[in-house]
């Protein structure tokens, strides 16, 4: 039977390409295709599993493994494609196994992922591409019990710990002729304060 499959993070060497072309000016358009594009799978897998959906493997075909309502409930027993004709089916206790423990959920980064699938597909420039990918990267889950920063977003995208991810962004900020990203730096400490107890 066909498996699920989920986009997998984007390694640190392409970004990092694109950032340094960036800060030399060069644009290396097959590369922003590239990262960008990788960028956009792994966010269309991170909102599937968010809105507790699943692509079928064998015809593509987009539908839910929750129960309407609010929270996390999932509908129990055997699910089956809703496409006629197709016949895959799945459980939600195999379709939750298919992505534990790969970073895949973002409730509290919502609002970077839609943003991210409805603007980077629409943007027509290389400068409009890379303030998407500037944007998403370097954004944050928050809270939904405070509205504080919690982590960053990153990590779900980026491969690497949370940690390295972190020092992974610091140093693409650091680069001649980046964006200055103080701000960024200034929620970077405020989270790792948080989110040892501190705040």
């Not at 960008?36 to 599937?48: K, T």
């Not at 939600?92 to 699938?117: C, F, S, V």
């Amino acid at each position: 039977m066909e498996k699920i499959r989920w986009a997998p993070k984007v390694r640190q060497v392409k970004i990092r390409q694109l950032y340094e072309n960036d800060a030399a000016g060069m644009v290396d358009e097959e590369l922003l295709q590239e990262v960008g594009y990788a960028l956009l799978d792994r966010c269309q897998s991170i909102w599937l599993v968010t809105r507790r959906e699943v692509e079928c493997p064998r015809c593509g075909t987009v539908f839910s493994l929750g129960e309407e309502g609010e929270g996390w409930k999932m509908r129990s027993g055997v699910q089956t494609c809703p496409k006629e004709g197709c016949g895959w089916q799945t459980s939600a206790e195999e379709w939750h196994n298919t992505w534990a423990k790969k970073d895949l959920l973002g409730m509290a980064a919502r609002d970077a992922l839609a943003i991210y699938l409805r603007d980077f597909p629409r943007a027509k420039t290389a400068q409009e591409r890379m303030v998407c990918i500037d944007q998403l990267i370097h954004a944050f889950h928050i809270s939904l019990r405070d509205g504080q920063l919690n982590r960053s977003f990153a990590n779900n995208l980026i491969e690497g710990s949370h940690q390295q991810v972190v020092e992974f962004l610091d140093g693409l900020s650091a680069l001649p002729g980046g964006v200055d990203k103080t701000e960024w730096r200034d929620h970077v400490k405020t989270m790792f304060k948080r989110r040892k107890g501190k705040a």
